[in-house]
């Protein structure tokens, strides 16, 4: 093709430089907005109010839908970064974009608009997570060991990994007569329009009636589910990452 | 639109910088009609926007809701229709560097739709769960989503088609074919406004609460994930980009030229 055949831009290699000094100026904030959009909005719908509320992070859900969420655009980006760019750094920064944009958004619109204490409805810490998956790809080079150990981690170390900052919510307290947590009358403090369908929800089964094991459980099959879905999602990276050309649209 | 085929000294230093004067006066221009908007939103939601059936919604919101969608329509045709009638007829002649130039310009375009992205798919898509939250809607234009659906999704997609259409008019790449990659960009936002017409049906009749992980909203999130082929694109431009600015020496340019010349002869031949 004769587009192939132009001769360079560029004058010498200081021209060069400066050309890409100035593509990447362009590329990474591009690059990171773009991770904060894209992860803010499909974690907004598909984990929400899960992390919006202290009373939401139970030990049933909470350590199930958060991690399958939180891990599509880690393994996504990871196929781009790692594949064409040797960066190891996907997961940290897709969620370290996420996790910005989430206090933005908490102080913004939850406290600042709609008035609810930042004390019930800070984003949950995720980063180390995304640490640990990025260091497992960046010492064993290889999507299949980071999706295996990686996503596993990924899942069972969500809990503990939040469990200082959840603790003091999670106190007993007595009301009426009644043993709840500290969290849950925060929750009945601010009752939100979709709290009946949370009850009918979370009151669902005989899991809830179960002792401690719980949330190790829940942990534990997230885990085993986010292995899969890791390589899932690798996969749509990969295919994200294809620069194809077609002819025309239809 | 024609252009030279030798570029001047001052065309060619051009050519090497991205338009940040352009690109920082749009964007200030953006935040503070975002930041406004915002401010308006905080100022009326709660004290004139609860109920849709008031004199004073039909004051302070759905006249917001019309003159948008009006100056919307009339921004997206202005600009569509600009850069399709000044498009390049000649693009088989530009110089390498008139062809940076334009790449600098597509990828600040493509961080300014970046920045509205990421303002209206955070802020505005949560400040609309922080208003369902607290308030049950008695309309499908409540004052959050005539601020994300009717003001934000719309700049959003404006913005992102402004730079495929640039793309497809004045960079000889995107202009002889179609970036599969670039065109889901486009349709993933565009596709959220048919979306909207089923979240919202939906909202009326079968699931008023506003659990903002429902499954009535996971067709958004299927949108969203168009992004994913930003991957894609960027290995197009950027490999483009490379060849632009690989330094080559004399005797590089003296060989192009004679393949070039190889390569024209052929295509004559072949025609005869």
Redesign the interface.
């Known amino acids: 093709m004769?587009?192939?055949?132009?001769?360079?831009?560029?004058?010498?290699?200081a021209?060069?430089h400066?050309?890409?000094v100035?593509?990447d100026?362009?590329?990474i904030?591009?690059?990171v907005?773009?991770f904060?959009?894209?992860f803010?909005?499909?974690f907004?719908?598909?984990?929400?109010?899960?992390d919006?509320w202290i009373d939401w992070r139970d030990r049933r859900w909470w350590p199930l839908?958060t991690p399958l969420a939180l891990t599509i655009l880690p393994a996504?980006?990871s196929y781009?970064l790692w594949e064409?760019l040797r960066l190891p750094l996907a997961a940290t920064l897709t969620i370290l974009a996420l996790t910005a944009?989430a206090w933005?958004?908490?102080y913004?619109?939850?406290h600042?608009?709609?008035?609810?204490p930042m004390n019930m409805v800070w984003p949950s810490a995720y980063i180390g997570l995304g640490l640990i998956v990025d260091c497992i790809l960046l010492l064993t080079g290889s999507f299949f060991w980071t999706g295996l150990l990686g996503g596993f981690a990924f899942a069972v170390l969500l809990y503990p990994m939040n469990w200082p900052l959840l603790a003091p919510f999670q106190v007993p307290l007595e009301l009426h007569g009644t043993m709840l947590t500290v969290s849950d009358l925060m929750g009945f403090e601010y009752v939100?329009?979709?709290i009946?369908?949370?009850v009918r929800i979370i009151e669902q089964s005989t899991l809830r009636t179960f002792g401690e094991a719980v949330t190790p459980l829940t942990a534990v099959f997230a885990g085993f589910l986010n292995i899969m879905n890791f390589w899932f999602w690798t996969w749509?990276?990969y295919l994200?990452?294809?620069?194809?050309?077609?002819?025309?649209?239809v | 639109m024609t252009t030279s085929v030798e570029a001047s000294d001052d065309a060619h230093d051009r050519a090497l910088r991205a338009p940040w004067k352009a690109f920082f006066g749009m964007l200030a221009f953006a935040a503070a009609v975002f930041a406004a908007y915002r401010i308006y939103q905080h100022e009326t939601a709660f004290t004139f926007g609860l109920d849709y059936f008031n004199p004073e919604f039909a004051t302070y919101w759905m006249s917001v809701l019309y003159s948008e969608l009006a100056i919307e329509v009339l921004l997206g045709i202005a600009i569509v229709g600009y850069l399709w009638i000044t498009r390049d007829r000649n693009l088989d002649k530009i110089t390498p560097s008139e062809e940076l130039r334009r790449y600098l310009v597509l990828m600040s375009q493509l961080l300014m739709f970046g920045a509205i992205a990421y303002v209206v798919t955070s802020i505005y898509t949560e400040s609309d769960a922080a208003w369902h939250q607290v308030t049950v809607r008695d309309t499908d234009f409540t004052p959050t989503h005539i601020g994300l659906f009717y003001f934000g999704v719309p700049v959003f997609i404006l913005s992102v088609l402004t730079a495929f259409v640039y793309a497809r008019t004045r960079i000889p790449a995107f202009a002889k074919r179609v970036s599969l990659p670039f065109a889901l960009l486009v349709a993933g936002p565009v596709m959220i406004m048919p979306n909207l017409g089923f979240n919202e049906w939906g909202h009326t009749f079968f699931y008023a609460e506003e659990l903002f992980a429902a499954p009535i909203h996971w067709g958004f999130v299927l949108l969203g994930w168009a992004t994913f082929a930003a991957g894609g694109l960027l290995v197009q431009i950027l490999t483009r980009v490379v060849q632009l600015t690989q330094v080559v020496s004399s005797a590089d340019v003296q060989q192009t030229n004679i393949k070039s010349e190889a390569a024209a002869n052929a295509e004559l031949n072949a025609a005869a």
């Open positions: 004769s587009q192939e055949l132009t001769v360079s831009a560029v004058r010498s290699t021209e060069q400066r050309v890409h100035q593509v100026l362009l590329a904030p591009l690059v907005l773009l904060a959009a894209v803010s909005f499909q907004a719908l598909l984990v929400g109010d899960w919006y839908v996504v980006f781009f064409r944009a933005v958004s908490r913004l619109n939850f600042l608009f709609a008035n609810f939100r329009t979709a009946p369908e949370y749509i990276g994200g990452s294809k620069a194809l050309w077609i002819r025309k649209i």
